[in-house]
Every structure is written in C-alpha cells, then in structure tokens.
C-alpha cells in the first residue's frame, strides 16, 4: 500500500492548486510534447486559463445573486424539502476523501492503453474533470468500507466517461463548427446528457406538429423584437425571479442587470477558452494523421469550450426557472435547486448538440434531464452526507446533495448497480 499511498499523495498535492493554475500546467506540457510553438503554446495556455477564469467569476457572480431570491421564494411559499443543495461543494468533498486518486492514476494509464488499441478515441488530457470519478469513489468506498471496490467503481465509471464522449462528439463538432479531434467527456457531466438526448430527439422528430416545430435563435429574435435578444431576456428574467421572489424594486433590477451582464459575457469567455485550445487540437491531429497515421484520436476538452451556440443562452433563460420550478413540484424530489441551478447552462449545450438548435426539442428533453438529475439528488442525498459527515460536516445540520455531481445520472447508476452487486 505505500505505492498507493505516495500515488495518492501526489495527486492530492497537485489537485490541491487552483484549477485555473495545473490547466496552465497541463496544456504546456500537452502543447509541447505535440511541438506546437512556445509562444503559441503559452499564449494558448494563458488563454484557457483566463477563460476558465472568466467563466467561473461570471457562474459566481450568478450562483451568489441566486441566493437571497431562492431563499426568499422558499421562506415565502412554504416549500419544504429535507436536502440541502450545496452545488459545486460536492468539489471539496471529491478531493478531500482519498479512496479516488489511485482509481484516476490507474484510468489514465489504461485509458493510453484503451486508446492504442481503439477501444475508445479520447485520450483523458483534462484530468481535472475526474473529480466526478473521485466523489463516486469517496461515497463508495466511505459506504462499503473497501479501497478496492472505489477504485473499481472510478475505473468504469470512467471507462463509460470516455465512450459517451466517443458517441457524442461528432454531433458536438458539427453544431459548434469545431476542428476535428475534439472530445468532452467531463465526468459524464456533458457528453453523457447528449447521449441521453439522442434517443429523446429520434421519438420527438416522429411526433406530429412537435417535429416541425422550428424554434431556433433566430425564430426568437424574429418575433420577440428586442426581448428576444439575449441579454434582454437575462434581464427580463432576473427582474421576474426578483419581483415573484419579493426582494424590492431595486434589488430585482440589479437583480437584472446580472443575469443580462452573466449571459453576455459567458459565450465570450467560452471563445478565449477555444482561441487557447485551438493551435493544441491543431497539431495534435497533425502529429496523429502525420506520424501515427490515426484520424480518430481525440483530446478531452472542458465542455466550457461549446457553450458558445446561439440557441444555447436563450435555452438557458428559458430553462433556468423551469428547472427551479420542475426541482419544487416534482414528485420524489427532496431537494430545491439553488447554487446547482447554474449547471443548466452546460446541460443545455449538451442537449443543443443533439436537437441542432432546435430550442423547443431542447425544453422537452432538458426538462427529462433535469427530473433525472433531481431524482439523482435526492436518491444520493444519504451517501453524501454520510461521506460528508465522515469529513467533519456536522450531519445533524440535514442532508446534502447537488446536481452535479451526486445526481448526476451516470454516477448514480454506477453507485447502485456497484452496492447490488457488492451488497452495501
């Protein structure tokens, strides 16, 4: 065990920085050993650094003005549910068990392997987006009690990870006008949406009236005018969650300004994250076709880098408090959405990919995805806290749970198929 040990020392160490610091790290290296130019090479990790960082002040910048409405709405209206939405904090639960980090060095080994042999095409560069990997494996392995059975839920977890995004890239590269040799895998937090999409949008194409309905961006802005321009939309939302959420006339037109403000400038920091991602997809495909003659390999991007469509905003305006109102009403569900709410941004250009922008087609087959993730929540809610208490959360305090990634639908249905078959 002291292999294991030093192993999982380390990547605690290096998870332990900033992630928009090990990215600059991580594309260097990625960018160097695929001979792209140095000064390329710095300026395209600076570039993905900085659009990363972007993304989170603006996602930060939303979650924080969220708060006092949502709490608001829940004090107002008497909504009573047993799980705490505590969104991205499942992060530091993630890193700060140590039953994943092994499970992710012996993925990575044999995710070279699974890619020379053509198992799969995506090589797992973005290491950081297997944090989801390493909470399945902390609430699996604090549950069971085994080491062992937590690396193994890590590896084919991962395993399923890298052939959902096999399956969703093309139609991800098609709609987003991406360069061949992309890959968004992300903890099944994305391609795995898409893959749920594909099914979905094959009935809703043979529905009468739904599958000639052609609601796209442009439709939008046809016949709303001025409203349908995005971050018009963003502000007419903000003021509407405001008003119904009663903080005061000024509070909801700040309130406005924000969500105007957060959603024109998120695609924009998605195009710094591409500008930087770029030269390195590039000359890595040049190398593959060139010297290893292999066209299908692909590189594991953030999905932050295909948010940028034009349907995706006005999706997300539309579904942001949908999603809210789906998390309050639907049956089984024990957990409102606040802090995870932002999460719809991501799903909705996973599912965009699929409907190639069709806006409605995406409302139908988000709101499955949504009540998916918020079943997921709340079926996790007791091994997350479980895992939290065992990381000194006070569990007397309630249960805990998110979206993403504890009710994530992969994750959830690796948990339940690893405690049937290992009885826990």
């Known amino acids: 065990m002291e292999f294991v040990d030093s192993i999982t020392k380390a ?4 998870f332990g920085f900033d992630s928009s610091v090990t990215i600059v790290g991580i594309i260097l290296i990625v960018s160097l050993l695929v001979r792209v130019e140095f000064k390329k090479a710095i300026l395209g990790a600076l570039k993905v650094s ?3 960082t972007g993304l989170f ?12 409405p ?5 004090s107002l209206y008497g909504i009573n549910k047993s799980v705490v939405d505590i969104g991205w904090g499942c992060l530091g639960y993630a890193f700060g068990n140590t039953y994943g980090y092994f499970g992710v060095f012996v993925f990575l080994i044999l995710n070279v392997l699974l890619v020379s042999i053509r198992f799969t095409q995506t090589l797992y560069v973005d290491v950081f987006n297997t944090w989801r990997a390493m909470l399945l494996a902390g609430l699996v392995g604090v549950v069971s009690g085994s080491f062992w059975i937590a690396t193994l839920a890590v590896i084919i977890f991962l395993i399923i990870d890298v052939k959902a995004a096999d399956i969703a890239a093309p139609y991800i590269e098609k709609i987003n006008n991406f360069p061949p040799g992309g890959s968004w895998p992300h903890g099944t937090h994305f391609s795995f949406q898409a893959c749920i999409a594909i099914p979905i949008e094959y009935v809703l194409k043979r529905i009468p009236v739904i599958k000639d309905a052609a609601f796209n961006a442009e439709t ?3 016949k709303f005018g001025v409203l349908g321009e995005t971050t018009v939309m963003g ?10 959420s009663q903080i005061g006339v000024m509070p909801s037109l700040l309130l406005g300004v924000k969500m105007a403000a957060a959603f024109l400038l998120l695609p924009r920091m998605a195009s710094i994250l591409v500008e930087g991602w770029f030269p390195i997809i590039k000359a890595a495909r040049k190398i593959l076709v060139g010297k290893m003659h292999r066209d299908d390999v692909r590189i594991a991007l953030d999905c932050s880098t295909v948010i940028g469509h034009s349907a995706v905003v006005p ?9 809210l109102l789906i998390s309050v009403l639907l049956p089984g569900n024990q957990m409102i959405a606040s802090v995870s709410l932002i999460i719809v941004l991501w799903e909705s250009a996973a599912v965009n990919a699929i409907t190639e922008g069709n806006i409605l087609h995406n409302i139908i087959i988000l709101s499955i995805i949504i009540s998916l993730f918020c079943w997921g929540a ?3 809610a007791g091994p997350m806290t479980q895992l939290a208490g065992s990381l000194g959360y006070d569990v007397s305090k309630g249960a805990l749970s998110a979206w993403d990634a504890t009710g994530t639908p992969a994750l959830v249905i690796v948990y339940k198929l690893f405690s049937w078959a290992f009885g826990f």
């Open 57 to 68: 002040l603006v996602v930060n910048l939303i979650q924080t003005a969220m708060v006092q």
């Open 315 to 323: 999706t997300t305006l539309i579904m942001y408090p949908l999603a």
């Open 70 to 74: 949502i709490l608001n709405i829940i």
């Open 378 to 380: 709340t079926i996790m």
């Open 235 to 244: 502000a007419v939302l903000g003021i509407i969650i405001g008003a119904f």
């Open 50 to 52: 900085i659009g990363l």
């Open 220 to 222: 939008i802005q046809e």
């Open 11 to 14: 990547l605690s160490t290096f």
